[in-house]
């Protein structure tokens, strides 16, 4: 006859102490398996983004004040501190959900949002001649809080093939993709669209698709830019802008003179004067700030940190077996390179204004908190038994070895 430990049978009894040594042991648990280099990686993004904020926040508030209000030159990032005691709790939590849960999660996100995106033409409210927010006794933007849903819930999608490759995943991610697409236009916002757009691309690249179809698609989408710049008259005037170059006081110039300001070094702290000349000094040009008041080299630091956080998420697939995960993590970490990567290709005169924030470094109420439930749910899906021998090669597999899909 088995007889359970006393200990096995001790844990199964009610009571208050093991109810606390269940939850320490599982928090135990979830710290060991929980990566720490791609998690102090985030902690130094979210220090460096204070900082900047901090630089960036007295022009803003300049901007903002009147002649009858004076608001506080910290007003933005005593903000973004709120926003941040939101985020950051909200990206631990979900840093702790199982993979299942963290997909159950994203799918039910992802529909709520764009149920919420559908009410966006209607009942929207109106900023800077985009309709892109729904106030619901608070105010917020639904397409940013699709963001960390869409790329989970075209991997879970793209991850049917594995059990029954007939099912057409590749049609269904791209009628997906085509909706959200559809309703971004609507409000208008192209800078999402093509970010959501990259989002789809690297999936379904990773997924296996031919690249005729991929091929095909993409002709499709030179074929949207193409009509977005025919009848799409914000979108005309920011390409021309950049193709062309503007006056004096375009928003993009601007961005460049004021990043170029501060040499390698920087003019120094609440030094920097060009950066009161900027629109969106806070949110869209902060890189800018930076590069005035801090320099050049801190701009590179910048890059270099969301290189970094890229880089040790790839390297954590390497070698990942549950292909969903790896599709998931992948589309989360594109979409977090991707948007970084067009807001400083903004400031340095290289791509279109598009309007979009820097992670985790620009000022946002939605996109701050957005940006956090991503990386919680990125560091959910990255969470490894440290005690594990995997063997399989993972992402490696999936990129160079070609007899896979013989």
């Given at each position: 006859?088995n007889?359970?430990?006393a200990?096995a049978?001790a844990?199964?009894?009610?009571g ?7 939850i320490?042991?599982?928090?135990k648990?979830w ?5 720490h280099?791609?998690l102090?990686l985030i ?10 904020i ?7 508030a300049?901007?903002?004040s009147?002649?009858e209000v004076?608001?506080n030159?910290?007003?933005?990032l ?8 939101v ?10 959900l199982?993979?299942d ?5 994203a799918?039910?996100?992802s529909a709520?949002m764009?149920?919420?995106?559908l009410l966006v033409?209607f009942i929207?409210?109106e900023v800077?001649?985009a309709r892109?927010w729904?106030?619901l006794?608070?105010s917020?933007?639904?397409s940013e809080?699709?963001k ?5 819930t ?5 991850s049917?093939?594995?059990k029954d490759?007939e ?6 991610v791209?009628?997906?993709?085509g909706v959200?697409?559809?309703l ?5 916002n ?11 691309f ?6 296996g698709v031919s ?6 698609l ?11 710049y025919a009848?799409?008259?914000?979108a ?9 170059g503007?006056?004096?006081?375009d928003q993009v110039?601007?961005a460049?003179r004021?990043l ?6 920087g003019?120094?702290?609440w ?5 009161f000349?900027?629109?969106e ?15 050049l080299l801190?701009?590179?630091a910048i ?11 790839l390297?954590?697939l ?5 292909y969903?995960a790896?599709l998931?993590a992948?589309?989360?970490t594109?979409q977090?390179g ?15 204004s598009?309007?979009?924030?820097l ?13 956090c439930m991503?990386?919680?749910l990125?560091l959910?899906?990255t ?8 063997e399989t090669?993972?992402l490696?597999n999936?990129?160079?070895?070609k007899?896979?899909d013989?």
């Open positions: 006859m007889i359970a430990p200990t049978i844990s199964e009894l009610p208050r102490t093991n109810r606390r040594e269940t320490r042991a599982r928090l648990i710290w060991r398996e929980l990566d280099v791609l102090g902690v130094i993004l979210i220090a460096v983004g204070c900082a900047a901090s630089a960036a926040s007295p022009a803003g300049a901007r903002l009147s002649d004076t608001l030159p910290l007003r933005f005593f903000l973004h501190l709120r926003w941040l005691a985020g950051v709790p909200a990206m631990i939590g979900l840093s702790m199982s993979r849960s963290a997909r159950r999660f799918i039910l996100l709520a764009v149920a919420a995106m033409p929207g409210s800077n001649g892109r729904l106030n006794g608070f917020f933007q639904p809080f699709l960390p849903g869409f790329a989970i075209l991997a879970w999608i793209m049917w093939r594995l490759p099912i057409p995943s590749f049609a269904l791209t009628g997906a993709l959200v697409v559809v971004l236009m609507a409000q208008p192209l800078g999402d669209a093509i970010l959501f757009s990259g989002v789809w690297v999936l379904v690249l990773l997924g690249f005729r179809h991929i091929a095909g993409f002709a499709v989408g030179l074929m949207g830019l193409t009509l977005a009848f799409y008259d914000n005309r005037h920011r390409i021309d802008s950049w193709l062309f503007g006056t004096d006081f110039d601007l460049q004021t170029l300001a501060g040499g390698w070094d003019v120094g702290f030094v920097g004067v060009k950066k000349r900027l629109p000094a806070q949110t869209d040009y902060i890189f800018s700030v930076v590069g005035e008041e801090f320099g801190a701009c590179g890059v270099l940190l969301f290189f970094a956080i890229v880089l040790r998420v390297v954590r390497a070698s990942e077996e549950n969903f790896l998931a992948a589309g989360l594109a977090l991707a948007q970084a990567f067009i807001n400083i290709l903004v400031n340095l005169s290289l791509f279109p598009k309007g979009m924030t992670p985790l470094v620009s000022y946002g109420g939605s996109s701050t908190i957005a940006v991503s990386l919680g990125l959910a899906l969470r490894r038994n440290p005690f594990l021998t995997r090669a993972g490696r999936m990129l160079f070895d007899e896979r013989k």
